[in-house]
């Protein structure tokens, strides 16, 4: 449960800074849904089970894998930043 503890810190830290942003938070992800999983008693908060704390904590690090790292992350440095363009509608919009 240690290395659980200190794997989620450096996750933690990975996220902070912005690196490796979708990687770190499918790892969060997936550790969470294993302690939400596991039968060993988690005390998280005020409540005596924490299954729930870790389910939000699992659909947090879902979302922000899907959503990817900002703009002055560490992602943005090394890799670039990319800007989306959307090109104006080609339909006439009184028809």
């Not at 302690?35 to 089970?49: E, M, N, W, Y």
């Not at 002055?72 to 339909?91: M, Q």
Request: net charge negative.
């Amino acid at each position: 449960m240690v290395s659980a503890c200190l794997v989620l810190v450096g996750c933690g830290a990975c996220l902070l800074i912005g690196f490796l942003t979708p990687v770190v938070s499918i790892g969060v992800a997936i550790l969470s849904l294993a302690a939400t999983l596991s039968k060993v008693p988690i005390v998280a908060g005020s409540s005596p089970d924490g299954g729930l704390a870790f389910f939000e904590l699992m659909v947090m690090a879902a979302a922000i894998a899907l959503l990817g790292p900002g703009a002055f992350s560490l992602d943005a440095r090394l890799f670039g930043y990319h800007e989306i363009v959307i090109p104006p509608s080609s339909r006439n919009p009184e028809s």
